[in-house]
């Protein structure tokens, strides 16, 4: 019965015995060539990406779109192609208001290639400032150039829509007052029309729910006298 089981083994073990040493032997040199390469500290521009924001909240505009990480390794693993794809990874779930708060960076931020390891971050801590998403409607205001010629006048003039939503971070939607028009130019005009425009909101953080464009209607009348 042993004698069975060992010859039984014996077979398994021998099976494709050329392909098994040759795979043996091929660990064994990639194993030699990353032990043997040289461990090298480089300084990498790491992009920060910041997730588990919550909905009604707003990261501001003045975060750091990337920190210089110092890192260790294999000068194999320390290539530029390998380092493309290192970022680190901000969890901001713990945010709950608005205001600031500080994250101090960490090797359990950063996403590395297998082999490289984090040392330290410039800056190691980002101050973060946070704002409610705000929505509201504000009025157009429309934007006229120049005058009829003389012997004719602007009798009405309307705006469609008359506001226009717009949403952003709390702080800056309330100081916004309203959506202007592009110029709408009258000069020369002697009867009325009708025309589609954009709007605009001065603020770089105010953002349109739909799409900005407005109609515009232009009456002109001839004044009395006029020739």
Known sequence: MAGA???????????????????????VLLWSAVVGEPELVTVQA????????PRDLLLLSDTPGDVQAELRGPSGRLTRATLSEVFAALDLSSVNAPGEKTFTLSASDFSLPQGVTFLRAA???????????MTKDVPVQLRLKGTP????????????PQTLEISGPESRINAVANAETDQVDIGGI???????????VAD??????????????????KTEGAP
């Open 5 to 27: 089981i060992v010859s039984w083994l014996w077979r398994r073990l021998t099976r494709n015995f050329v392909w098994k040493l040759a795979s043996l032997a091929l660990a």
């Open 190 to 200: 002697t009867q009325g029309f009708e025309r589609t425009v954009n709007a605009f």
């Open 46 to 53: 790491v992009p920060v990406l910041y997730r588990n924001l």
């Open 204 to 221: 770089s953080r105010a953002q349109f729910q739909a799409r900005p464009v407005v109609t515009v209607k232009i009456a002109i009348e």
């Open 149 to 160: 010629p003389p012997g004719y006048r602007v009798t009405a003039q309307t705006v469609t």
């Open 123 to 133: 800056p190691s801590q980002l101050r973060l400032r946070f704002d409610r998403m």
